[in-house]
């Protein structure tokens, strides 16, 4: 039975640490600001903003802090941030309110309730005297909902007993700020590219090439679907002679699926895409002065566009 007992407890400890061990496994421990800015929009964060973000390289991640907020700024045009002010000041404000249950206020089941919804329209409290059951009550009323956390021993901590809350899920400021794509900024685009002309084979009145696009990947909006980030880009080409006289043009999509350790892998580096170009007559006329090549590229999850143009000769 000792022996049995002592396999049983080596068992254990192995399973403990494996588990331990395998949490952490493959996880970059993140920077001290990066774990505040994570915990602090806990409540509002989507899921896959949240693994965008930590997929993120640490340079990246200020620019995304900067995009989360100005996501859900309800009026760009001012200097203020009024969603943010006011999401910020529901958590100063629960931490004033909700003290005493031995970790701070907006942590506690009253403080999500309250920076989620904000103030009720009316509290009531009620002592064991008043309950049937001797317990601890706050009833919050939102409109004409309630909404019951329960001290069963009177000891200060109350926790939600209202788990539906979808009669107020209007009225929810995770609702509310469900994030915009990150637009850039008026004139400036998120995403840049750098695009060449790779020639393959010439001759008198033919001419086979490649168009070359890379697209830094840090630089790539993706949307977050089905355990995938994915996004397709519509390439637009049109290449013109010295007289500027439509010789070839070509649209094509690309779709960009990765799982997320393949995202992660490949953020340092660029993704990249060759397009053949192949003109079969006429291609002499190339041969007499600057060509030029106009490139449009469109990220079709945000809709943004870049326009390029590219001067060669032959």
Not at 60 to 74: A, H, S, Y
Not at 199 to 225: C, G, H, M, N, Q
Not at 257 to 278: D, F, H, N
Request: charged fraction near 30%.
């Amino acid at each position: 039975m000792n022996r049995l007992h002592s396999t049983c407890r080596k068992f254990l400890w192995f399973a403990l640490a494996a588990s331990v061990l395998g949490a952490g496994y493959g996880q970059k421990k993140l920077k001290p600001e990066d774990e505040q800015f994570l915990s602090e929009v806990r409540y509002i964060i989507t899921s896959a903003e949240r693994k965008a973000f930590l997929v993120r390289p640490d340079p990246e991640k200020p620019q995304f802090i900067e995009e989360f907020w100005k996501g859900r700024d309800p009026d760009p045009s001012t200097p203020e941030n009024e969603f943010k002010d006011e999401y910020l000041g529901r958590i100063a404000k629960a931490n004033e309110l909700f003290f005493g249950e031995g970790r701070p206020g907006w942590l506690t089941d009253r403080g999500r309730i309250y920076i989620l919804f904000g103030p009720p329209t009316q509290r009531q409290a009620t002592t064991p005297a008043g309950d049937p059951r001797g317990r601890c009550q706050e009833l919050w009323y939102y409109r004409d909902f309630p909404v019951v956390f329960l001290d069963r021993g009177c000891t200060g901590t109350f926790m939600l007993e209202t788990f539906d809350l979808s009669p107020i899920s209007e009225l929810s400021l995770a609702r509310e700020s469900a994030p915009k794509p990150f637009l850039p900024a008026q004139g400036k685009p998120s995403f840049d590219f750098d695009v060449t002309l790779r020639r393959k084979k010439t001759e008198e009145a033919r001419l086979e090439a490649f168009v070359d696009i890379s697209i830094p990947y840090t630089s790539i909006w993706l949307s977050f679907e089905g355990g995938k980030f994915a996004t397709t880009f519509e390439i637009r080409l049109e290449l013109k002679d010295s007289q500027n006289v439509l010789r070839w043009e070509n649209t094509t999509s690309h779709d960009l699926v990765l799982m997320p350790e393949e995202l992660k892998q490949k953020m340092t580096s660029k993704y990249e895409i060759a397009i053949p170009v192949l003109i079969e007559k006429d291609a002499e006329t190339l041969s007499r002065g600057k060509n030029t090549l106009l490139v449009l590229l469109k990220n079709k999850k945000v809709g943004e566009e870049i326009r390029k143009k590219v001067e060669f000769s032959l």
